[in-house]
């Protein structure tokens, strides 16, 4: 997961504008499907004495991701106003 997003990451610093769309944009779908990932599996583990010691890991990343994916989207560069 983390990879992925680091290639995302550098595909940002290229210096050419479709790659740097690219990368912004799949950064931003990737840390979405983490954060519903992560949601899912602490939302399936919950009440399973099983699966108890999973929980508070799956709420932590699924916290983290949506953290992530705000802080993502409140820096995402605005695209230029058209007059």
Known sequence: GGAALGVC???TVGGKR????????????LQLAFSAVFGLQAWRSYGVPAKADRFPLFVVMCGGSVLALGLM???????????
């Open 9 to 11: 990451g550098l595909l």
């Open 73 to 83: 989207r409140a820096f995402k560069p605005k695209g230029k106003e058209k007059k």
């Open 18 to 29: 479709k790659l740097y769309m690219i990368g912004v944009h799949v950064g931003l779908l």
